[in-house]
């Protein structure tokens, strides 16, 4: 039985231990709630810690109640004392649709990632995972960054001293270098020169040597070639061409910046591998799926007459807000496979299964390789959920290429953008018209 500590607002947490930890419920004790907006409105059943009683429960994780995954929220209660390991974001666990407790097998696994360029932190941030590696918010060059790796207890036993300054273009201030041997430490992100100095000598504390993945990003044949041949386990070099090293996984950019598209994987606006068995496993799996571009989002949602959305977890509820303003009556509800753990309904929408919707089509006439499906869940899910949306009638073999649509947040979030301008609409007239979509309880014919 593992203990668990929950912390958020009355509603947070009443909100994931009937949903997110509902499947959890016979393997884990809630020793007690904290929450930030009142002592006594979860009820009796719980019992209320203060900050004091979560710090003195020293081994016991603290589960953050929440779907935003907002990094305030996690910086606001380490400031209190409360270690950044220990914290687990039921955010992460919904954007990944991964169990609690595979979740905190993923945490306790230390995992360390070694880098040169903002991969790593990248990663760390889109697992929600604490930093447990020095090279975070910096880059190396090529050759520098292959020494500190082929002399790394060495290296990671020397203090930076700095060695001059640089500019970040992209965030317009100066940001300073350090060098450690005769390796350049270059802290694109950081403002402050002693911050960063004591930020990599307490991440050189951290590193796991027992569970290291070690990445690169390089365009030289010459600088994989080299990197293939270092004594690390577990070790990945992301290449802009096709090479026979088995540690190198070809990246075809479509002639964007290699590093800018590699860190977008990390982050998970674009699915080339699947990062999950990367960080459990040590592994690649390779499955690149296309985002739909700009126009042809455009196209299919003022095309569309008939929309569900795939998915009622966090990418859901994202989907939802922001096609609902352009969508109207037209967007029906949220499709699932499976109704447990899943609510009634959400966003003010009906949720149903697959097998109920296909049944409510049917019974209205509405062709069903004619409604638009936003798949808004994990791309290593896609191939599944098309299968089983198959089986049932939705987009067939013969339905136009309209009929299934990939969500991704900010190619969304600039398309229903447009759609407004386009419809000469407000800011204001917009937002109302969000809080209509959200809450109104008229509905097209598909929500009878």
Same mark, same amino acid.
């Given at each position: 039985m593992e203990n668990l500590i929950l912390w958020g607002t009355s509603k947070q947490i009443l909100n994931a231990i009937e949903t997110t930890l509902s499947a959890e419920r016979d393997t884990i004790k809630i020793l007690g709630v904290h929450q930030t907006d009142s002592p006594v409105s979860v009820g009796p059943d719980y019992l209320y810690f203060s900050v004091d009683d979560v710090l003195h429960h020293t081994d016991c994780p603290v589960f953050v109640c929440g779907i935003s995954g907002d990094a305030a929220v996690l910086r606001e209660i380490t400031s209190l004392g409360i270690p950044r390991e220990r914290l687990i974001p039921e955010a992460c666990l919904l954007s990944l649709a991964i169990s609690y407790s595979r979740y905190v097998a993923l945490l306790r696994s230390r995992l360390s990632i070694l880098s040169n360029d903002c991969w790593g932190g990248l990663t760390y941030h889109f697992f929600g995972l604490p930093f447990l590696s020095p090279t975070i918010n910096l880059f190396f060059d090529d050759p520098e960054y292959l020494t500190f790796l082929e002399n790394l207890d060495d290296m990671l036993q020397l203090i930076p001293e700095p060695c001059g300054t640089a500019y970040n273009m992209d965030e317009r201030f100066e940001y300073p270098v350090f060098r450690i041997g005769s390796v350049r430490l270059f802290m694109k992100h950081c403002r402050n020169a002693e911050q960063g100095k004591k930020k990599w000598i307490e991440r050189c504390r951290r590193i796991n040597r027992d569970n290291l993945l070690v990445i690169m990003v390089t365009t030289l044949r010459s600088s994989? !070639? *080299? @990197?293939?041949r270092l004594p690390y386990a577990h070790k990945v070099c992301f /290449? $802009? @061409? !096709? +090479?026979?090293? $088995?540690c190198c996984v070809y990246v075809d950019t479509h002639g964007k910046d290699l590093v800018k598209y590699v860190n977008s994987l990390a982050s998970g606006e674009r699915y080339l591998y699947d990062p999950l068995a990367? /960080? !459990?496993?040590? /592994?690649i799996h390779t499955t690149e799926v296309r985002i739909p571009g700009k126009n042809e989002i455009r196209e299919t949602l003022e095309a569309a007459q008939h929309v569900l959305i795939y998915g009622a977890r966090v990418l859901g509820h994202k989907a939802c807000m922001m096609s609902a303003p352009v969508l109207g009556d037209r967007l029906c509800g949220f499709a699932v496979s499976d109704m447990k753990d899943n609510p009634e309904t959400k966003d003010g929408l009906p949720v149903r299964t697959v097998s109920c919707w296909s049944e409510k089509m049917d019974?209205?006439?509405i062709a069903k390789d004619s409604v638009l499906v936003i798949l808004a869940l994990h791309p290593r899910y896609y191939g599944e959920v098309e299968a089983s949306l198959k089986t049932y009638g939705f987009f067939p073999d013969s339905s136009p290429s309209g009929s299934r649509l990939l969500f991704h947040a900010e190619q969304f979030r600039l398309i229903c953008r447009h759609i407004h301008k386009? *419809?000469? *609409?407000?800011? +204001?007239?917009?937002f109302l018209c969000s809080i209509i979509c959200s809450s109104r309880g008229a509905r097209s014919p598909a929500h009878a």
């Open positions: 994989a !070639e *080299r @990197f293939s /290449v $802009p @061409f !096709e +090479t026979d090293l $088995p990367l /960080v !459990e496993q040590h /592994v019974s209205l006439g386009k *419809r000469k *609409r407000s800011m +204001t007239a917009s």
